[in-house]
Each structure stands twice: as structure tokens, then as C-alpha cells.
């Protein structure tokens, strides 16, 4: 494997080593929570600060892994087609995006919270719909777009950087929690669904060496074109 192809990997080993395990312990924290204020189990009073705590690493970290994925292909793909302009540009679109995550983090008012929110969001989707990432549809008719790995992901995002602003909402209010309940319902089930539209995108990605034949093949029509015959042995 190649460098190339070891950055490609990065996007989905960061996702199984850090954001799943990340994922378990926010609903299981999550399901504690929910014990001790409804049913009145006697769990540690902290077990709601940790669950907030741990949601808001894993909104970051689910924003992380996206903007590496998109930033690997952007930079690997076609590089010689990147001009320093649109590079500078995109750099530019990468950095107001962390800045609005770490913005995000630090404020206190709604107004603030909610536009960071945005603009975080904003920012991942803008990145993610150049040209060089991959996506399986941008039609919201299309069957095909309910299956994208992508469009899962930007969905995601959305979800958990609302989380994030909502936070002071659903500690103090009712129905901010019951939204941030069923958001995050939504949230899990697309976990589930990114874990398995992940692996079936990776069976897709050859590895550098193995492009040039792949993608010569008719996708389409699921045909190859045969091997080139072996080179005939020179003459003593």
C-alpha cells in the first residue's frame, strides 16, 4: 500500500477505533440519564454532565472524521488538477469550519451557538460537494441518494452539531429534550446505517495500483476488458 492509500484508510479506522467506541459510551450514558430522571434509579448524579460531555466529543470527532475524508480525496484524487486558487480557497472553507466548531464549543448565547452551527455545517457540506468527492446521488428522489455514505454523513453532522447547540435548551426544557431525544434517535439509526454503507463503499475503492485496471472496466454493465497477454519471452 502507498501512502495515498493508507490516508484513504484513515477516514474509516478513525471512525471504528474512536467515534463507535465514543458512541457506545454517550448511549449508555444517555440510557442512565434517562433512568435517573424518569424512573429515579439511584445513578451517580454526574452520569448527565458525562453524557453531555461525551456528546460533544463525539460531534467533534464525527466532524473531524468528515473533513479529513473529504480533505484526503480533495488533495489525493486529482492533484494536478487543483489550482493553487481553488486550494487556497478550500483551505480557507477548512479553516472557517474548525474555527466555527471551536466557536460552537465557547459560546454561550443561543444566536451564537446556532450560527456557529450552521456555519460549521455549511462549511462540511460546501467541502464535501466539490467535484472530486464521490457521492451516489444528489437527488433526493433518487433512491440511490438515501443510500449515499456521503449524504448520511452530512445528515449526521447536522444532528450532532445540533445537539451541540442545543445543549443548554435540553438541560433546562421539556420539549427540547423530548426533540434531542428523538434527533437522536434519528442519530443512532444513522450510525447503524453508516456502518454498513462504509465497509460497502470500501469494497469499492481500489487500492493505487489496482486503479488503472478497474476503472477501466464498464461499471454499467459489470464487464472487464480481458488481460493484456503476457509478454513473450525474449530470445537467448
Not at 424518569?38 to 448527565?48: E, H, I, R, Y
Not at 480533495?74 to 466557536?103: D, F, W
Not at 485496471?213 to 454499467?220: E, G, K, P, Q
Request: include cysteine; charge should be positive; hydrophobic fraction near 55%.
Amino acid at each position: 500500500m502507498t501512502t495515498t492509500d493508507w490516508l484513504w484508510v484513515l477516514h474509516p479506522a478513525l471512525a471504528v477505533v474512536l467515534v463507535y467506541p465514543l458512541l457506545g459510551m454517550v448511549l449508555r450514558l444517555a440510557s442512565q440519564t434517562r433512568q435517573r430522571r424518569v424512573q429515579k434509579a439511584k445513578l451517580p448524579p454526574t452520569v448527565g454532565v458525562e453524557h453531555a460531555d461525551l456528546g460533544r466529543w463525539l460531534a467533534a470527532a464525527v466532524v473531524a472524521i468528515e473533513l479529513i475524508a473529504i480533505a484526503v480525496v480533495i488533495t489525493t484524487k486529482t492533484p494536478s488538477e487543483l489550482s493553487a486558487g481553488r486550494a487556497g480557497l478550500l483551505l480557507l472553507v477548512l479553516a472557517g469550519t474548525v474555527a466555527a466548531l471551536v466557536a460552537l464549543w465557547r459560546s454561550r448565547q443561543a444566536v451564537y451557538r446556532a450560527s456557529f452551527a450552521l456555519l460549521c455545517w455549511a462549511g462540511v457540506i460546501g467541502l464535501g460537494l466539490q467535484p472530486e468527492v464521490w457521492r451516489l446521488s444528489d437527488n433526493p428522489l433518487d433512491p440511490a441518494f438515501w443510500q449515499s455514505h456521503f449524504w448520511g454523513g452530512i445528515g449526521l453532522t447536522g444532528l450532532m452539531l445540533f445537539s451541540v447547540a442545543a445543549r443548554p435548551e435540553i438541560l433546562r426544557q421539556l420539549r427540547w429534550r423530548r426533540l434531542h431525544i428523538s434527533a437522536n434517535i434519528l442519530a443512532a439509526l444513522l450510525f447503524l446505517a453508516q456502518g454498513i454503507s462504509g465497509p460497502r463503499d470500501l469494497l469499492e475503492i481500489p487500492l493505487s495500483w489496482q486503479k488503472p485496471a478497474v476503472y477501466a472496466c464498464d461499471f454499467a454493465n459489470q464487464v472487464c476488458p480481458p488481460p493484456a497477454p503476457p509478454a513473450a519471452p525474449a530470445q537467448p
